[in-house]
């Protein structure tokens, strides 16, 4: 397990870039802070608890003893070059999450081993399955009493529904874990100053004996190399096991299981071992792009490149890309190929969270941050300007809360539009916009700690002095029983030519059986060319401009489905703007038709509370309209997992702590929207 720095930049299969991904407080960090010291990154462990983490930078990271912000870290280990960016694990901070999976080719999955799959775990796995992500997991704190090395594999069998694959057993001198059993190279492995590597305890042999035989026949059976060959052997050699266990993985049918305590030291080497060995590089990776336009992972190949995250340092805007086909140059010009700019690339970054090494060059498989892009926005794709191609962009995670926010003094007004803006552009999630009846300014986020650190933000980094409001959900409206035929005639004559445009709609609720359905579908059953195809469109288009109000208090509709029945054109005044129109106007007044509901969004609420307050948490969740779904009992401690609506959830992390003195605690998880009482 040695390390060594020669690593050649154009050997792509030596590339990792993974993820390190988790429940809050499952010890992401800790591992990631634990790989970059064990690979000569840092001369000391940074911890979280000290605020000396290279990840946990920011000073809001370190005062709340959370990842806020996805930082990105670059590495070597065993000739690999390791790129590793530790996301956030709180449900405030999830498009973080989203945007580094969309460009990540790996990731290694954190579980507690005392409470094995959380909320947020599940959460994080979903999104890498979205990506197909390959992963591999690695369950922390078998130091901590109560941990469960099977309970914690089942419960990701059971919640997360892969094929979990244990690659270690734990190994326990009394009752300190010490160390692993590697099964594949049937390898015992302790931690005292440094990893040392001996014979399996005897005390162990059996269950090292069974653990081993339950893999090859786990392996064997979903993999024809390693079936043939224990068919003959009636067993698999470490390295036809690896190599099918490397396959497996990259296609998503097993996920490997590795155990440790990366606060204690105890299990990150070969945790590293693992990324190199079962994580794919970038050609492993399907080709990105389309048909004709897709793009290989090679840098003879036209460049390719997406941005997944903007971040305005003191210095300057720094646009952080994946690079996927191509090589991009120091003073190159790129195309952003969905809003038709050019733009000049001044200096390219490797980064080490926040300090920054300037490189001539970044070639297919890298991810860099540049300087000189003024106007690339999340999700953009920078490419050739004579080989154009648009790659998918992360999807944004749609706002749920939002705060009215001004200026104290009238003078900031200003500044403030301009901190909003740049913090739009710096993270999707956030939106800003100005309510028509009050006239203020209302800023939308993910969740009341989301809005805490933008305003916190606000106050540090640009020094502005404001005032914040109550936050406020954000509610949807949605069709309880809508109309069939509603006709709507458009006809408008002002001189010249005119418009005219004839459409007949049925609006439905999206799924009849469920009340909180979410979405928009619009369908067209117009038969015999009545309404050409592009005037269907346009009426789609407009259907969907007037989901923007609903009728009943002015929230977005969701939930619904719209067929347009029949129509009819004019030989001179239709045209695409006309039908436009009328889908727009035909769609309100629908809407104003059929029997509406305001939705409410709800969370699922799990709560850790000690066993003498279960009572009065209860209570409390109960006059919050909480619905107790499920309870669990572990060493003095009970878990409780509820159903909450969002707006009652205001405050509640204060009145959690006066009723536990100060022991519970809880996260939450979106589960969507269900008709507000």
């Not at 392996?219 to 390693?226: G, I, L």
């Not at 060493?635 to 609506?645: F, H, S």
Request: glycine share 10%; proline share 6%; net charge negative.
């Amino acid at each position: 397990m040695t390390v060594r720095t020669n690593v050649s930049r154009h050997n792509l299969a030596i590339v990792r870039n993974l993820g390190i991904l988790a429940h809050v407080d499952a010890g992401k960090t800790t591992v990631t802070e634990r790989m970059l010291f064990l690979t000569g990154i840092t001369h000391k462990r940074g911890e979280v608890h000290d605020g000396t983490t290279v990840t946990d930078f920011d000073p809001q990271e370190r005062d709340r003893g959370i990842t806020i912000f996805a930082a990105a870290v670059s590495c070597v280990w065993n000739e690999h070059r390791l790129t590793v960016i530790d996301t956030p694990g709180h449900v405030d901070f999830s498009d973080e999450v989203e945007r580094s999976l969309r460009v990540l080719d790996g990731a290694v999955a954190v579980f507690d081993a005392v409470a094995g799959v959380e909320p947020q775990s599940e959460s994080v796995w979903r999104r890498a399955d979205r990506y197909g992500v390959p992963r591999i997991a690695f369950v922390n704190k078998m130091d901590r009493a109560g941990a469960d090395l099977p309970a914690a594999v089942a419960s990701i069998r059971e919640r997360l529904h892969p094929v979990p694959l244990l690659v270690q057993l734990p190994v326990y001198s009394g009752d300190a874990f010490t160390g692993v059993v590697d099964l594949v190279r049937l390898a015992a492995l302790h931690w005292d100053g440094g990893v040392v590597e001996g014979p399996v305890p005897e005390h162990l042999a059996d269950a090292v004996e069974r653990s081993r035989r339950e893999l090859e026949e786990a392996v064997a059976e979903r993999n024809s190399a390693a079936l043939e060959e224990f068919v003959e052997h009636s067993g698999l050699s470490a390295e036809t096991l690896t190599a099918a266990l490397r396959e497996l993985t990259l296609s998503g049918e097993v996920v490997p299981v590795l155990c440790g305590a990366a606060y204690r030291d105890i299990g990150i080497e070969p945790l590293l071992d693992a990324v190199v060995a079962y994580l794919p590089s970038p050609l492993d990776r399907p080709a990105v792009g389309a048909g004709d336009d897709s793009r290989a992972a090679d840098p003879s190949e036209p460049l390719a490149a997406l941005a997944f995250k903007v971040h305005a340092t003191p210095t300057g805007r720094l646009t952080f890309v994946r690079v996927y086909s191509g090589v991009l140059a120091k003073g190159d010009t790129v195309l952003d190929a969905g809003g038709g700019r050019r733009e000049r690339i001044a200096r390219i970054l490797r980064v080490q969270a926040d300090r920054h090494e300037e490189v001539g060059s970044a070639i297919a498989g890298d991810i860099v941050a540049l300087v000189g892009p003024k106007a690339v926005r999340v999700g953009a794709t920078l490419c050739a300007p004579d080989a154009p191609v648009q790659l998918e962009p992360p999807t944004p995670t749609e706002p749920v809360m939002s705060v009215a926010i001004e200026a104290k003094s009238g003078a900031d007004t200003e500044k403030l539009a301009v901190a909003l803006a740049r913090l739009v552009d710096e993270d999707p999630s956030l939106s800003v916009r100005t309510d028509p009846e009050t006239g203020q300014t209302l800023l939308a986020g993910l969740g009341e700690l989301h809005l805490e650190v933008v305003v916190e933000k606000l106050r540090r980094e640009r020094g502005l002095s404001v005032l914040v409001g109550r936050p406020q959900v954000a509610y949807r409206e949605t069709v309880v029983r809508g109309v069939r035929g509603l006709v709507y005639r458009h006809v408008k004559q002002d001189g010249g030519a005119g418009q005219w445009a004839h459409i007949v709609l049925d609006v439905q609720p999206l799924r009849e059986s469920e009340a909180g359905a979410t979405g928009f579908e619009f369908e067209s059953t117009v038969v015999g060319g009545r309404v050409p195809a592009e005037f269907v469109r346009a009426v789609a288009a407009g259907c969907r401009d007037a989901l923007a109000e609903g009728p009943l208090a002015g929230h977005p509709v969701t939930g619904v489905r719209v067929t347009l029945t029949d129509g009819a054109t004019h030989s001179k005044d239709s045209s695409e703007l006309a039908f436009r129109t009328a889908g727009r106007l035909g769609m309100r007044e629908a809407l104003r038709a059929s029997a509406m509901a305001v939705l409410e969004p709800l969370v699922e609420l799990t709560a850790t509370v000690p066993e003498d307050h279960v009572g009065a948490v209860l209570g409390d969740l109960a006059a919050r309209r909480g619905r107790v779904t499920g309870s669990l009992t572990r060493t003095g401690t009970v878990v409780l997992t509820a159903t909450v609506p969002l707006a009652e959830l205001f405050g509640y992390a204060t009145r959690l702590r006066s009723r536990t003195q100060g022991r519970g605690t809880f996260t939450t998880r979106p589960l969507g929207y269900a008709p507000a009482p």
